[in-house]
């Protein structure tokens, strides 16, 4: 079945940049999606990406997307406290499936 | 008022009892999910709804039932609880098509 792989931790030091990574293996993925939750709260959508782009970005985030290695990142330029929170990497290949979600990828902001 | 709410927001219960967790919405979607998030484990589809009369399960139905009891609610059921269930559960609605998943605030539940 549809698998989607995270580090499950990455710790930066305040004002750098932070690279998050995710593997799929769905090949007909179709969008690519990054959700972030804050302690206590739900999950909330950061950006997303369709699979016919290779990059995407929006003000500190950039999301990067190799389709060849089913490889996708999220950057977040000049990283913040505020930024401490999990990442969700999420995929599906349909408009009638579900999302599949990682494990997560909790950020830890070092000030 | 939030979009996707959820009650009990908190529950202690005890091995053996049946409970109910709810999830309202008000954003008018068709489609409705439950998520179970244990640390490390990211989040595992139990159930979802693309409409009133449609129930599907996901990669972790056994133990939980649902009942879509209108367009706007959508309840998680554990009949009979136990202690590996203890975990935090999300709703979440959608719409036909690559939209996005919008979540309620999660309802932590311990099974003792």
């Known amino acids: 079945g549809e698998d989607v792989e995270q580090s499950l931790f990455l710790s930066v030091r305040e004002g750098d940049s932070s690279v998050i990574n995710c593997t799929y293996t769905d090949s007909s993925s179709t969008y690519l999606y990054w959700y972030k939750q804050e302690p206590g709260a739900g999950l909330q959508l950061l950006t997303y990406i369709f699979s016919n782009m290779d990059m995407k970005q929006d003000q500190r985030l950039t999301v990067l997307l190799n389709k060849k290695d089913k490889h996708l990142s999220l950057r977040i330029a000049d990283t913040q406290t505020g930024d401490s929170a999990i990442y969700f990497c999420?995929?599906?290949?349909?408009?009638?499936?579900?999302?599949?979600f990682g494990k997560g990828t909790r950020l830890s902001v070092i000030a | 008022d939030a979009d996707v709410t959820q009650t009990p927001r908190n529950r202690i219960t005890k091995t053996g009892k049946r409970i109910m967790l709810e999830c309202s919405q008000t954003k008018g979607h068709d489609r409705m999910y439950w998520y179970r998030q244990d640390p490390g484990l990211g989040l595992q589809l139990i159930y979802y709804?693309?409409?009133?009369?449609?129930?599907n399960k996901g990669e972790i139905s056994d133990g939980y039932s649902v009942s879509r009891q209108a367009q706007a609610k959508f309840s998680l059921s554990l009949e009979s609880a136990i202690p590996n269930q203890t975990a935090l559960y999300f709703c979440a609605t959608g719409e036909e098509g690559y939209n996005e998943q919008f979540f309620g605030p999660g309802t932590r539940l311990t099974v003792l």
């Open positions: 999420a995929e599906r290949n349909s408009g009638n499936t579900p999302l599949v």
């Open positions: 709804s693309f409409d009133v009369k449609d129930i």
